[in-house]
């Protein structure tokens, strides 16, 4: 865990009992007037403690031991792509944002006829989401029975995304490992019975290692990833075995707890989940804690809105997600082409934009400044009123690329006409649908001539 | 080495009570009453506080045909929604626990209109009843405060009121003993001052539920998401004025989206019409049950099993 500035301070010259090193107390050497200042600062991570010529070894070793990330970044590589999980700093979002977003992953049997097939759609599969790609990261393949190495091969060859290899015998644990050679898989998993023969394996492939339990008990999960630790494995993951609602809430949130503010550094590995095909399971993890998540199956009506909501919940709270204000040309519009505002939230911006260029139709689509707000937030929070709207026609360069003086204003924001009218004289408002869904049937109908 | 402790939080402060809906016995016709709030600790974490009463699911229904719902909820829903009586009782069928009657726009929409269809709905089911105007401040005032007096006794709530416009429905949840829902822009400091204004009416904070709005999945889901979590840890810390249960329409939020209710000239990437609407609303509304909702509204009869089914496992302690 982080330490705080006063904990800091305790290890800066400004309070060393070495009178040699006491001497540069206060030395402004780093920048800063006081040790003080630098301590907060240094906790703050706005300065680097190499900033200090003074600093003395042994608080130089404290304080690098308490940057380590409290949850250990894990990386699983493929061909070409790779996904690091951890390195996790708040329980909540609002508290700064979450970092690492965890991977999705689809499991196949080796026993299951279409195991590549079913690999090649999870690998081919991207959905575009305002203005990103969003893709799964993943398969994890499962050892049922049938030939374990040819099927991690045949997914290999299927996909280039990173593989999670599912079996508890190492005899086949090392078959899969060597057919996926070359790639960095995660291998679950390490139980009490077989901890030893999978240590080695990890450490020889060096593949990160789940390590599980079966009954969600964190001592003997924590007992177990030290073993393994203590044979050679550093990238550990932890399964405490639970594939329900309330006790997998309960432990994933102790363990988050544990981790960042007990600084309990026995527990501080991602988290690996089995969701089966349970939507909403799979949407807990995402939200409360999961590093990895393996889905049963695999189908674009699912994959759409947990993609959508994984991006969500790691969206960085800190920056409001914007387009910069203007006037955006959709489909080559012509100066007689219908005039449109709209905020500059993206995801308002991109659900306006996308209706319109999919329409076909030409336009212009004049963003606004609302400070990052959607139409009705903006409106409720005045950032989004007649008087602002004006200034954006006035400023954006509306009047000059346009040659009529039609306004559509967004349907929640209808309220405005009148005062819109009166911000600027000589215009029509016209009061468009509530909706972006809705906005090419409204231009059809009103579509004025070039 | 030592064996670990698992940390439990020691929250001061404990969400209010609220109950909807009155039996005979209270002066009422309800057959049952809901209760929601009472929690001392974060949502479903059991080992460390207490979770009185089960998030409740309400089902949202409109007092003439929807014009712009999508399809695939009219498919769903069939004949009754021609009539709100049957589209109540059919809601009360597919699992829910409070009726939501939201008026719409319309050129007949009026007092004794309000209060006919009002008397209908609480005749055909014994649920509890919470009635939402059609958001316009002059309308909803005009039509809420006669659907009060209509209502005397059921112990309805009133929704909504906004910092613009809530003096006449509180005033009318006074004069008739009925609660409100109050309705803020995604936002905590905005949603405390609500709730002080209306308490400062007269209101007790055990007769209103807050909205503190939610988006959409991709439509600004984290927004509303992460307010809720902070008005809920507020709540926990003792700061009274967030100490209300919460209450969000993801049934209206997802089913606006392009996502649930166009089925046609969408990537295919997309996936399913009907399994992708379902799947927003029911994501977009676990992801809230799980930061702190006390009720959610809903709108498609699957969405509201799977919820359902998540709820009580979420309760299996």
Known sequence: MALSGLQIYKLLPGSSKNPAVKKHANCKACGFPTCLAFAMKLSQKQAELTQCPYVEDEAKAKLEASAAPPIRLITVAANGSKLAVGNETVLFRHEKTFYHQPGLFVRVKASQADAAAVAKAVNDYSVEYVGMDLTLDGIAVEADGGDFAAAVSAVKGASSLPLVLLTEDPALAEAGLKAAEGLTPLLWAAT??????????????????????????????????????????????????????????????????????????????????????????????????????????????????????????????????????????????????????????????????????????????????????????????????????????????????VNHQSLIIPGHVAVLMGELEEELPGWKIMVGPREAVDLPAFLKMVRQPA | MPAIEIPKEKWSGQVKEVTLGATAADGGTRVKTVTIGGETTLPFLHFEGQMPHRPVIAIEIMDRPPADWSPVLLEAWGDAVQNPADWAKAAEAAGAEIIVLHFSLGPDLSADYAQKIVRAVLAATGLPLIVFGP???????????????????????????????????????????????????????????????????????????????????????????????????????????????????????????????????????????????????????????????????????????????????????
């Open chain 1, 192 to 401: 009490p019975d077989n901890w030893e023969a999978m240590a080695k394996l990890a450490a020889r492939y060096k593949a990160p290692l789940a390590v599980r339990v079966d009954d969600g008990d964190i001592n003997r999960l924590v007992d177990l990833a030290e073993k393994v630790k203590a044979a050679g494995v550093e990238d550990i993951v932890l399964d405490p075995g639970l594939r329900d609602y309330v006790t997998s809430l309960a432990v994933f949130t102790q363990l988050r707890r544990l981790a960042l503010k007990k600084n309990e550094r026995r527990v501080g590995y991602p988290l690996i989940a089995f969701a089966g095909d349970d939507l909403a399971l799979a949407g807990q993890h995402i939200a409360k804690y999961a590093g990895f998540i393996v889905l049963d199956s695999f189908s674009p009506g699912t994959a759409y809105p947990l993609l959508v909501m994984r991006a969500n919940i790691f969206t960085d709270p800190q920056k409001p997600i914007q387009v910069q204000p203007g006037l955006y040309e959709i489909n080559h519009p012509q100066p007689g082409d219908p005039l449109m505002v709209t905020t500059n939230f993206s995801i308002t911006y991109f659900a306006v934009a996308n209706e319109l260029e999919s329409s076909g139709l030409p336009g212009w689509l004049m963003v606004a400044d609302a400070e990052g707000m959607s139409v009705l937030t903006a409106w409720a929070a005045g950032k989004f009123d007649a008087e602002r709207i004006a200034k954006s026609v006035k400023t954006l360069g509306a009047t000059e690329k």
């Open chain 2, 135 to 317: 958001g316009q401040a002059d309308l909803d005032n005009e039509i809420l405060v006669p659907v009060a007096e209509a209502a005397k006794g059921e112990n309805i709530a009133l929704g909504v009121c906004e910092d613009k416009n809530y003096r006449t429905i509180v005033a009318g949840a006074l004069a008739h003993g009925q609660l409100v829902v109050a309705r803020t822009a995604m936002d905590v400091n905005l949603a405390k001052q609500l709730n002080i204004l209306i308490s400062d009416m007269g209101l007790p904070l055990e007769r209103i539920l807050m909205d503190p709005t939610t988006g959409a999945l991709g439509y600004g889901m984290e927004y509303g998401y992460s307010v809720m979590e902070r008005l809920r840890l507020a709540a926990l810390q003792g700061d009274g004025m967030t100490q209300l249960p919460m209450i969000v329409t993801p049934g209206e939020e997802a089913w606006r989206t392009k996502e649930a209710r166009a089925g046609e000239g969408i990537p295919a990437a997309w996936g399913d019409w009907v399994e992708r609407g379902i799947n927003w609303e029911t994501l977009t509304a676990g992801t809230l049950v799980e930061s702190g909702a006390d009720v959610v509204v809903l709108r498609h009869p699957e969405s509201v099993k799977r919820i359902d089914a998540m709820i009580n496992a979420l309760m299996n302690n």
